[in-house]
């Protein structure tokens, strides 16, 4: 197996998701400094948020970051908060992607957006590529180092970075479990459940402030990690600071094993996985937080509430996408099929609840 096998790569441009290369090209030119007249603009896949672009010009590339097209959620498609946190873990987190430019003038694209650096590596989605061949101890491994890469986000000092004023890390589990419950209503579709129950255990449960604030991505999972070319066991980028702030770390714990598939779960659950967490030898959600607390020094309680308030905001998150597909905001088919996740989520939000003694 060649390294360059497993790189990421960009490909064709999805329907609807153009970019006006000449008009970027113009404006970026000067900006850049080089001659951008053989400037090729391609598209990551995945994603159902923010769009990722890669653009060429001869031995140079460059990663661009846009809202998706439609969206009408401005508060989760915030530019300009993704490229600050970029910069201010520039230097302090050796995983974030280095800032490039930042644009403001809607004249180019229509919207803000902005560059960063690329970094060339190994990105894992649903399923393992079919060329990466790993032993479940070496898959063990993988998995625990993707909390351990989380784990040092949360001991980046806030001083350090200059975001000790960046979000409003009081009240910030209240906001969270508020704030998700009136997303999920607010994006309610006629075939969508309604999860009252759901968001009334969480209400009710809820704990205390636990008085922690650290940097939190928000969003981190498999795919929004990216492994060496020579090893695919060593992180070398984390993507996807659109949702970053500063709250409780242990939320954000809570939000990536909301994504955390096992093998003892519902068929219906791990049907629609994200990634491959089920896979042999990957550790069980008790064993990553057993793992976490170690290396964190954090005491992980009140566990099902965390999972369960990670599960029902990626409902939220995936009924706010299919709405957007079902009032026609867009064309991407790939949106169609996010109600039934919804419905899984739902589901499993109320095994958990059932199973709880909290």
């Known amino acids: 197996m060649k390294p360059e096998e497993l790189l990421d790569k960009a490909g064709a441009i999805r329907a609807g998701e153009e970019l006006d290369v000449a008009v970027l090209r113009d404006y970026l030119a000067p900006v850049l400094g080089l001659p951008l007249g053989n400037l090729q603009v391609s598209q990551f896949p995945g994603g159902f948020s923010n769009l990722t672009y890669l653009l060429t010009a001869g031995n140079e590339k460059w990663v661009l970051r846009r809202p998706p097209f439609g969206s009408k959620v401005k508060s989760a498609h915030d530019m300009g908060r993704e490229f600050r946190v970029l910069s201010a873990l520039d230097g302090v987190y050796p995983y974030a992607p280095r800032p490039v430019h930042f644009c403001t003038d809607h004249n180019v ?9 690329c970094i060339d590596g190994i990105v894992i989605r649903k399923d393992y590529p079919p060329q990466m061949v790993l032993s479940p101890s070496q898959v063990r491994e993988q998995f625990f180092t993707l909390f351990d890469v989380l784990g040092e986000l949360h001991s980046v000092d806030l001083r350090k970075a200059g975001l000790e004023n960046f979000g409003k890390p009081e009240g910030y589990v209240r906001r969270q479990v508020e704030g998700w419950s009136k997303r999920y209503s607010d994006a309610r579709t006629p075939d969508a459940p309604a999860c009252e129950n759901i968001m009334q255990w969480l209400h009710d449960r809820m704990p205390a402030d636990s008085g922690l604030a650290r940097i939190i991505h ?20 984390v993507l996807d600071w659109e949702m970053s702030t500063v709250g409780d770390p ?9 994504y955390w598939v096992e093998a003892g779960d519902p068929d219906e659950y791990r049907r629609f996985r994200a990634m491959p967490s089920d896979a042999p030898g990957a550790p069980t959600r008790a064993e990553i937080v057993a793992r976490f607390s170690e290396r964190t020094g954090l005491a992980v309680e009140r566990f099902d509430f965390y ?10 998150i995936g009924q706010q996408i299919y709405y957007r597909y079902h009032q026609g905001l ?6 169609a099929t996010m109600i039934d996740k919804v419905n899984s989520l739902q589901r499993m939000c109320d095994l958990v609840i059932a199973r709880s003694d909290l």
């Open 109 to 117: 694209l229509g919207c803000d957006f902005y560059l960063m650096s």
């Open 218 to 237: 928000n969003d981190y999972k498999l795919d929004n990690v990216i492994w060496a070319p020579d090893d695919p066991l060593k992180i070398i980028g």
């Open 250 to 258: 242990l939320m954000d714990l809570g939000c990536t094993l909301g």
């Open 307 to 316: 999972f369960c308030f990670g599960m029902f905001r990626l409902a939220a």
């Open 330 to 335: 867009t064309r991407d088919s790939r949106f």
